[in-house]
Nanobody, 122 residues
Framework: QVQLVESGGDLVQAGGSLGLSCAAS????????MAWYRQAPGQQRELVAH???????NYADSVKGRFAISRDNAKNTVYLQMNSLKPEDTGVYYC????????????????WGQGTQVTVSS
């Protein structure tokens, strides 16, 4: 069974920075894409940033130029560096691993982390 564990959520003032990390554990052979989503109260979950196994990235327009996603394939870990934070960045941030193939398996599955709270005060 694969588990994703996020860390790094916190309360920060507007204009500040915060780094999130998400480590995937289990008997993992490969992970295709990893991503960060967020969900604000009363809002739908939205994609923040996405990175492929080859390192290609894409971002939501609202975070371009402020956030940076990266991953360490050897550690099955994805990171999100968030700079120039705004109150509208507040929400629960979820880690996503797509196309996960476990050792000895021919199947691909997708997994979600439990979420970590990011609160940006004005």
């Amino acid at each position: 069974q694969v588990q994703l564990v996020e860390s790094g959520g916190d309360l920060v003032q507007a204009g500040g920075s915060l780094g999130l990390s998400c480590a995937a554990s289990g008997s993992i052979f490969s992970i295709n894409a990893m991503a960060w989503y967020r969900q604000a109260p009363g809002q739908q979950r939205e994609l923040v940033a996405h990175i492929t196994s080859g390192g290609s990235t894409n971002y939501a327009d609202s975070v371009k130029g402020r956030f940076a996603i990266s991953r360490d394939n050897a550690k099955n870990t994805v990171y999100l560096q968030m700079n120039s934070l705004k109150p509208e960045d507040t929400g629960v941030y979820y880690c996503y691993a797509g196309g996960v193939r476990e050792s000895g398996s021919l199947y691909f599955r997708n997994y979600w982390g439990q979420g970590t709270q990011v609160t940006v005060s004005s």
